[in-house]
């Protein structure tokens, strides 16, 4: 009897082992099928944005390629470099890079203008360093250039003659809060075109590099004060060539738009 009731139990534990082996192997079987749809399908269902309907089911936008300068104006441009590092000098030549040829024509700055200006020339910078070291050489506008809209991308050619230098583009907010963003290293031959992107204010309107007030609805963008070369004090010695030419850039001028703006609001520019 006593025999009897021992295998009943064992006959007992086994099948509960055999049930709980099953169990997980059978659930785990059937997951998948829980899962409905393609890849795509998925990925789509967690908000991820569809590149070919950017801009037109988001904000409204009205995205132009600008010219910001030709560098056809002599003595817009100075050229800087501290007197105990070295001597630097800029003057306009004759040229103009086939890239840029080859690109369509930008529209003016400002709405409404129509400056007929034919690119004939580029602005070329020499510098006479004394000596080696992490010299900084200024390419700096007469004046500040503004930008209307919000600017999203800067672009500008050089010609950076294959050293290993840095070239930044200095910027002032809407603030008057200086900015400078870095457009690449010089190591190349001949003309390229550098591109930098503007990163987008902070959601405070306050920090970050800030294009437009919410109290302020007339007066957004930035200006572009000029240019920073960061030498490598191992290529700074010598003299150092360096060419620039058609600088643009890329605006959203959405808010600058006449019908934007109630016809009876006042603008603040008293």
């Not at 203008?113 to 020499?126: A, R």
């Not at 010299?135 to 950076?160: Q, S």
């Not at 809060?177 to 503007?198: D, T």
């Given at each position: ?245 058609d600088l643009r850039a890329v605006t959203d001028l959405f808010a600058e738009d ?13």
């Amino acid at each position: 009897m006593k025999k009897a009731i021992i295998v009943l139990l064992a006959l007992a534990a086994a099948a509960t082992l055999v049930f709980a082996q099953t169990a997980p192997a059978a659930s785990a079987g059937t997951a998948p099928a829980a899962s409905t749809g393609s890849p795509a399908a998925q990925k789509a269902d967690v908000g991820t944005p569809d590149a070919e309907k950017i801009g037109i089911d988001t904000a409204q936008t009205e995205l132009k390629e600008v010219s910001v300068d030709q560098f056809e104006e002599a003595g817009f441009w100075d050229a800087a470099i501290s007197s105990d590092e070295g001597v630097a000098t800029s003057r306009l030549f004759a040229g103009r890079p086939s890239g840029s040829a080859a690109e369509p024509v930008a529209d003016p700055r400002y709405k409404g203008t129509d400056p007929q200006i034919t690119p004939k020339f580029v602005l070329g910078v020499k510098t006479e360093f004394y000596s080696r070291g992490y010299n900084e050489i200024y390419v700096l506008a007469k004046r500040p250039i503004p930008i209307e809209g919000i600017t999203k991308t800067i672009t500008v050619w050089v010609a950076g003659r294959n050293y290993n230098h840095m070239l930044f583009v200095e910027l002032k907010d809407f603030f008057g809060n200086s900015f400078e963003l870095p457009m690449g290293k010089l190591n190349f031959s001949g003309w390229k075109k550098l591109s930098v992107a503007v990163p987008p204010q902070n959601p405070d309107g306050r920090t970050g590099i800030v294009q437009r007030n919410f109290h302020y609805t007339s007066h957004m963008g930035l200006k572009i004060i000029g240019f920073r070369i960061d030498c490598d004090p191992e290529e700074a010695f010598g003299i150092y060539y360096v060419y620039f030419d058609d600088l643009r850039a890329v605006t959203d001028l959405f808010a600058e738009d006449e019908t934007s703006r109630d016809k009876d609001d006042m603008a603040d520019t008293w």
